[in-house]
């Protein structure tokens, strides 16, 4: 049985973004995946990127050439409520404030860049057990041999098991779909708080992407409801900023903040979903999972004789 630098339990956009961190800092390592191979590039979501995100991306260099809509400013209003706050990039001094990206298309181009490195991708095979040991750590499940790695890597799901995890069940549920405004959006994203949950409209292409935030109850009514009624729905929630001439597609998410209190255990890492799930209100999930993969590459560069060291795990902690 072959030993690997590093096992990679996950082949959504953070499992591939830290095996390419790795491979362009010359540590071996295989990436797996529960589904079948091209699977990542169908993820519905829609990411919002901050700055610091773009910079990683482009140390990746998979920046240059990925469909990206920038985020020229931002409103934010509470129904029902006096005032707004917009936030402008030249007010900031900054390009843009954010950028949008389909999960999707993000993980063709991490894809991409992985061909030309020497990193295995198992496609197809499930990890039901990762057992420590002194010197390494043995992964196994269903679809692939078991194989031996100095360091596991959890990179993808959401947090699991009971100890030492901090819950909290919002009862709501995001809604998301892309919409077709009436007129060009004009990079303005916005936030409308309402007394059910926020609305979120991020520029995305000539659209915008929508994150709709209900109670868990209504979350289910409107899986159900004609794309016109979940138009009005959407419509009467948001407010008149913005006139929604259609809605595609719809997909349902349930929220929740999960966390890991101790994010490394015995030649074991849990980084992005697998060490916390947020409410997407501010849009940080992937950004904090691209800061565990930038964080955790470069502790391993530090440490590349022994990426599963007790010490190594304790800096990146």
Same mark, same amino acid.
């Given at each position: 049985?072959?030993?690997?630098?590093? @096992?990679?339990?996950?082949? =959504?956009?953070?499992? %591939?973004? !830290?095996? %390419?961190a790795l491979a362009r800092a010359g540590l071996g390592c295989a990436?797996? /995946?529960?589904?079948? $191979?091209?699977? @990542?590039?169908? /993820?519905?979501?829609? %990411?919002a990127l901050s700055h610091g995100s773009r910079q990683i991306l482009e140390q990746l260099g998979?920046? $240059?050439? !990925?469909?990206?809509?920038?985020?020229?400013?931002?409103?934010i209003s509470h129904a029902g409520r006096f005032g707004r706050t917009r936030l402008t990039a030249e007010e900031c001094g900054v390009d843009a404030l954010g950028y949008v990206v389909a999960a999707g298309v993000l993980a063709s181009s991490l894809e991409r860049a992985l061909a030309g490195c020497a990193v295995e991708i198992l496609y197809g095979t499930t990890v039901d057990n990762v057992a420590p040991g002194a010197e390494d750590a043995i992964v196994s499940?269903? =679809?692939? @041999?078991? %194989?031996? @790695?100095? !360091?596991?890597?959890? $990179?993808e799901g959401s947090v699991s098991g009971n100890e030492r995890v901090v819950r909290r069940d919002y009862g709501q549920s995001a809604t998301i779909a892309i919409a077709e405004p009436d007129r060009p959006h004009g990079g303005v994203a916005y936030e409308r708080f309402t007394a059910h949950g926020p609305v979120a409209l991020l520029p995305c292409g000539a659209g915008y992407a929508v994150v709709f935030v209900t109670g868990d109850a209504e979350a289910d009514e409107l899986v159900g409801l004609s794309s016109e009624r979940f138009r009005e729905r959407l419509q009467e929630r948001f407010g008149e900023r913005v006139r929604i001439r259609s809605v595609g597609p719809r997909a349902c998410f349930a929220l929740g903040l999960r966390y890991r209190r101790e994010a490394i255990g015995a030649r074991t890492v849990w980084l =992005?979903?697998?060490a916390q799930t947020l409410?997407?209100?501010?849009?940080?999930g992937f950004n904090l999972a691209l800061r565990d993969v930038w964080q955790l590459a470069e502790a391993l560069h530090g440490s590349p004789e022994d990426p599963g060291a007790g010490a190594t795990l304790s800096r990146y902690a």
């Open positions: 049985m072959n030993t690997r630098a590093v @096992a990679i339990i996950g082949g =959504g956009p953070a499992g %591939l973004a !830290l095996a %390419l990436v797996i /995946d529960s589904r079948p $191979a091209g699977s @990542a590039r169908a /993820d519905p979501r829609v %990411l998979v920046w $240059a050439g !990925l469909q990206s809509t920038p985020i020229r400013t931002i409103h499940g269903r =679809g692939a @041999a078991p %194989l031996r @790695a100095r !360091l596991a890597v959890f $990179a =992005g979903n697998s409410h997407p209100v501010a849009g940080q």
